[in-house]
């Protein structure tokens, strides 16, 4: 297992780069799961603008005004804030590498570097604002393309996602959210992908209405790209040991999986970076000196390869729907029975209610497999409806 990239380069080039014990592996596979997704996101809202399906919006913008005490005030805040932790993780930059997470977070940081930093960011926002003042500033409209607000919504997001998967981690771990709520509310550790799915698609349909982008069709877009993040994200699960495994498996791989490794049927994450399991004999690692005995199911890499598979069915057949809506409720009930069939290998805590137990997420999936359902007759009655209004009108 690779903690971080740093772990990872010196076990495949054999280079030791210290900065890169700053690149923890799970948040760099995060990282290229949202831009792998915005990738494919801006694609297919491109293809749905030229079906019609969009419309190119207008926004009326007030150019050659003269930079506001408000930009230079939040151009200062963020330079403050950038230029404190910078100079502070400079001035130490050995313990940062070594506690990458702590440094973040903390309150410490350098007064004179906030000071400087904060100082040049107001000045530059400034200078920006001058070059392009007029004598009297003009309101013109400017061109929007939904494709154009990727970027926004990515950010939206990952932020509404991050929230999300946090409190429902912490709702599936009450005991563990109370012996130290402040750790577990801003640990990088401890996510649940339903809770970011499901606060990240009502804060984008949110943003999509203001923006005027049809919700069926926002959706619809989204889903090759949700599909292929997760998938990504799933990697990044793997190979740093996050916690994301299954349940034991000390069973001996089955004549019909010969061909592949052993550790693709039971494996033990040797150096996990949770630091979970027994002491590696003459372990020469630094930190990550762990391994899980007995051996688990790899579920990480699994789901990896069941999101890959789903994703190239959704790209596919994603031409051939024509229904706005269909597409995502289709990625629902993909989502749903993937996530479900993996509970049933998975580490995860259990509910029970009358003797009969389940996890959160197969509750969350067996929802969503319905909605998934309800919403292909949805889309469709309402296709349907507006095809029988539209022929009353033209006779």
């Avoid at 649940?192 to 982008?213: E, F, H, P, Q």
């Avoid at 995502?328 to 995860?348: A, C, D, Q, T």
Wanted: proline share 4%; glycine share 8%; aromatic share 16%.
């Amino acid at each position: 297992m690779y903690p971080s990239l740093y772990y990872a380069v010196k076990d495949l080039f054999g280079i030791e780069l210290p900065f890169l014990k700053m690149v923890q592996m799970f948040g760099f596979f995060v990282a290229m799961s949202f831009l792998t997704a915005a990738y494919f996101w801006t694609k297919e809202l491109k293809r749905k603008e030229n079906e019609g399906l969009l419309s190119v919006g207008t926004v009326k913008v007030l150019k050659g005004q003269r930079a506001t005490k408000a930009e230079l005030f939040s151009s200062g805040i963020i330079g403050f804030l950038i230029g404190y932790k910078l100079l502070y993780i400079i001035l130490n930059f050995s313990a940062f590498t070594e506690n990458t997470q702590g440094f973040l977070l903390s309150v410490k940081g350098n007064l004179l570097g906030g000071i400087i930093l904060g100082a040049i960011s107001a000045y530059l926002k400034y200078s920006e604002k001058e070059k392009t003042k007029l004598e009297i500033p003009v309101w013109e409209d400017e061109t929007i393309h939904a494709y154009q607000l990727v970027g926004n919504m990515t950010l939206i997001a990952a932020f509404a996602g991050l929230l999300g998967a946090k409190i429902f981690h912490n709702l599936e771990n009450w005991d563990t959210f109370i012996a130290d709520p402040i750790h577990a509310l801003l640990s990088f550790d401890g996510l649940t992908m339903y809770g970011g799915l499901i606060l990240a698609s009502i804060a984008l349909i949110y943003y999509g209405r203001k923006n005027n982008i049809p919700t069926p069709v926002l959706i619809d877009s989204s889903a090759p790209s949700i599909m292929i993040g997760y998938a990504i994200g799933r990697i990044g699960c793997h190979l740093s040991g996050d916690g994301d495994w299954g349940i034991n498996n000390i069973s001996p791989k089955p004549n019909w999986l010969g061909w592949a490794p052993d550790w693709v049927w039971s494996y033990d994450f040797p150096h996990n970076v949770v630091n979970y399991g027994e002491p590696i004999a003459n372990c020469n690692s630094d930190k990550y000196c762990n391994h899980l005995v007995p051996t688990v199911y790899p579920t990480s890499f699994y789901e990896t390869m069941m999101c890959l598979f789903l994703f190239l069915i959704i790209w596919g057949i994603r031409k051939r729907i024509k229904t706005p809506g269909v597409l995502f409720s289709i990625y629902l009930m993909f989502n749903g029975i993937e996530r479900f069939f993996i509970e049933k290998i998975r580490v995860n805590t259990l509910y029970h209610i009358k003797g009969f137990g389940f996890t959160q997420a197969e509750l969350i999936s067996t929802i969503l497999f319905f909605l998934g359902l309800i919403g292909i007759y949805y889309f469709k009655r309402i296709e349907k409806k507006l095809l029988i209004e539209t022929q009353k009108l033209k006779n």
